[in-house]
């Protein structure tokens, strides 16, 4: 296994007077640098490479999403398949790797069998992400976001869109801060693809903070946002057990089904890892209430 590189960490930092139009156009130059920065790390077939490439996807998918008013267009809406392509093509091989890991960690979890179907599967999956980053296309996506941020100067004219980024981060924020509170109410009584969603949320909160954490930098309000951003990444990181429990258990259950009959050992092998899951589920769902309650004591900029 290749040795793991450390993360990248360039943090976004913007001028407290930038525009909204320009705050956009930082933050994805810097989004669309993080996604090049990894790819000789993905095409090595290191993890991290592969997991600090998805974070930087979805952050720029999530960047979109929040300035859509400015972008809105059938070049933006072909990008972001593309994107979600591109993450698409990454996705089985950071789960596999986790389920590979979990398996050398539990010891004797999973028959011999199922553990070399996770290997043969997990090699696979680098494989096709090691080959994504080798595609014209995933060249092509680079250079059109690139192209697509600079061109962008016009997009200042939409309608509702604040000038200031202050004022634009500040009102976005918000309104998504409220929308996610009223979400986390009955969070115990969710489903696993119900608290995927809640999740999700959640995490376009947090990079979306991260974004505009700088513009109230060295203000009340910037200590107040700070303070809900760290409850808010602990939120994050129970819902974040939660829902890796639920891709492995259905990750156990696919490999499982590849053996044509299923064999009792692929059976329990399945069992195994779900058992596995299972034993943690409850503690995981109180840290996430624990977490929940004090979000929700946070109010964002002081309410």
Do not use: C
């Amino acid at each position: 296994m290749p040795a793991l590189r450390k993360p990248v960490a360039e943090s976004i930092v913007l001028n407290s007077d930038i525009t909204t139009t320009d705050a956009f156009k930082s933050i994805t130059t810097v989004l669309i640098g993080r996604i090049a920065a990894q790819r000789a790390a993905v095409q090595q077939g290191d993890p991290v490479g592969v997991h600090q490439m998805r974070i930087a996807l979805r952050r720029t998918r999530v960047a979109i999403t929040i300035f859509i008013a400015l972008v809105h267009g059938p070049e933006t809406e072909r990008l972001k398949r593309e994107l979600k392509w591109l993450t698409g093509r990454l996705g089985p091989a950071r789960d596999l790797h986790l389920m590979d890991l979990k398996l050398q960690e539990a010891g004797s979890v999973g028959s011999t069998a199922f553990r070399k179907r996770v290997a043969a599967d997990r090699a696979s999956a680098f494989t096709n992400a090691r080959r994504a980053v080798t595609e014209k296309r995933f060249d092509k996506l680079l250079a059109d976001l690139q192209r697509w941020v600079d061109v962008t100067d016009h997009a200042q004219t939409a309608q509702d869109v604040p000038e200031q980024a202050r004022t634009f981060a500040k009102r976005t924020l918000k309104r998504r801060a409220k929308h996610l509170i009223g979400r986390l109410d009955r969070l115990e009584d969710l489903d696993d693809e119900q608290r995927h969603r809640v999740r999700i949320a959640a995490k376009k909160l947090y990079y979306a903070s991260g974004f505009f954490d700088s513009l109230f930098a060295g203000r009340k309000s910037g200590k107040r946002l700070a303070k809900f951003s760290k409850r808010l990444k602990k939120l994050l990181d129970a819902l974040g057990l939660l829902n890796d429990a639920a891709v492995q258990r259905q990750l156990a259950t696919s490999v499982a089904n590849q053996s044509q009959p299923t064999t009792p050992e692929a059976a329990k092998a399945d069992d195994d890892v779900t058992a596995a899951g299972d034993a943690a589920r409850d503690n995981q769902i109180q840290a996430a209430l624990k977490a929940a309650r004090k979000l929700a004591d946070t109010p964002l900029f002081g309410g």
